[in-house]
């Protein structure tokens, strides 16, 4: 009998936040690595990034929990799709 996989996959998501409000996306994609960079900022505990290119919409997130080492959020108005970002050192 063949083994059933998830639908769902879980690709390695690397997000680098800078100082001056500048964050780039690298999903490490099997044949290509996708990179997305945005422009962010956080007001209390709403996270905003809009993409750099010309035409896209702003993605609004909640921030759930907010430490030195980890990141979990969600999207407005979906709070039952989380995501977490770990440091990595």
Do not use: H, W
Not at 8 to 23: D, E, I, Q, S, W
Not at 49 to 55: A, F, M, R, T, W
């Amino acid at each position: 009998m063949r083994s059933l996989y998830s639908a769902a996959v879980t690709l390695p998501v690397t997000m680098k936040f800078k100082a001056n409000g500048v964050a780039k996306r690298i999903i490490q994609l099997p044949f290509r690595n996708g990179r997305a960079k945005y422009k962010f900022s956080v007001d209390g505990t709403n996270l905003r990034l809009i993409d750099k290119n010309p035409g896209n919409q702003p993605q609004d997130y909640v921030i759930e929990t907010l430490t030195s080492d980890s990141l979990v959020y969600s999207l407005m108005g979906n709070e039952c799709q989380k995501f977490k970002l770990v440091r990595v050192k």
